[in-house]
């Protein structure tokens, strides 16, 4: 199929997109890199009356640090976010994920903005926005806000995002000092969306007790969601090979699974448990924590 007819237009400015939409109401769709948005043009499961192009926005292409935040502009292709020295300096768990993103075309041309935007409770980067406490910086001819990713992603392919609004720039918080992280999914093929993926930061204080944990599951809802309150009493406890093996069978059992065409719901559980083990096993080494004791 062909997508249905529309007007195109190449953006130049950010107050043009904006005056865009504002204009075009619930009738307009931004396009970047069209990894996610092409294909439901061409299967007319999208119809917008007016598309506006906003590759040319140089202005949100850079990645950068303000004091303990790191700023992502929405334009930021996948790779450049896995191979970024500075992702990857202060960030290694975005960069990991962007990394295991689809294959390397679309890597080279899906953007941090589009996959946030679009949704996709398998999608990796909605995932790690979660878990590392991300803010969207978002913009229109009204005003702008700021949204915690946790008040982001509503269901579905669907966000906090209004009409005439444009995810403009990711802020991403500064790892704690010596705090771990693991990143981890499974998938069916090389390059396809996880049936189960998990982010996990750990940190150790100096006497070696689990000091702050997050805790994030992909792929069981319509949303990814944060579990570490599954672990009430996560704090204070080391994090032996013992206790990180409980944790992953008690998130597995308790966490809420939906039923889909993908996978049984039973299937999943064990993916969680396995992954989530993974995750946590590779957050305590990177915390430096090595010991084995009860």
Excluded at 101 to 118: E, V
Excluded at 263 to 291: N, Q
Aim: charged share 25%.
């Amino acid at each position: 199929m062909k997508p249905a007819r529309f007007a195109y237009e190449a953006a130049t400015t950010l107050d043009g997109v904006l005056r865009s939409l504002a204009a075009a109401g619930d009738g307009g769709k931004v396009i970047a890199g069209g990894q996610s948005l092409a294909p439901m043009l061409n299967m007319r499961l999208a119809r917008p009356a007016r598309l506006i192009d906003i590759n040319g926005l140089t202005d949100l292409g850079g990645i950068r640090l303000d004091g303990d935040w790191l700023e992502i502009g929405a334009l930021v292709r996948h790779d450049t976010l896995a191979r970024s020295e500075l992702v990857r300096r202060h960030c290694p768990l975005l960069a990991q994920a962007a990394e295991t993103i689809g294959h390397y075309a679309i890597r080279k041309r899906g953007t941090i903005g589009g996959s946030l935007a679009h949704a996709d409770p398998a999608a990796q980067l909605p995932l790690v926005a979660l878990a590392l406490d991300a803010e969207m910086d978002i913009r229109a001819m009204r005003g702008s806000r700021s949204v915690a990713a946790a008040d982001f992603f509503l269901s579905i392919f669907s966000t906090a995002l209004e009409p005439d609004e444009l995810l403009v720039k990711v802020r991403v918080p500064l790892p704690a000092e010596g705090e771990g992280w693991g990143f981890r999914l499974f998938n069916r093929r090389a390059g396809d969306f996880a049936i189960v993926a998990v982010a996990a930061t750990l940190a150790c204080g100096s006497d070696g007790k689990i000091a702050h944990l997050r805790l994030a599951i992909g792929g069981i809802g319509s949303v990814p969601v944060r579990v570490e309150h599954l672990v009430p009493n996560a704090v204070g406890e080391a994090p032996t090979d013992q206790w990180r093996a409980r944790t992953a069978s008690a998130i597995a059992e308790a966490v809420e699974i939906e039923e889909n065409n993908r996978a049984p719901v039973m299937f999943r559980k064990e993916l969680v448990m396995a992954v989530t083990r993974e995750a946590l096993d590779d957050a305590s080494g990177r915390a430096g924590f090595r010991g084995t004791a009860p």
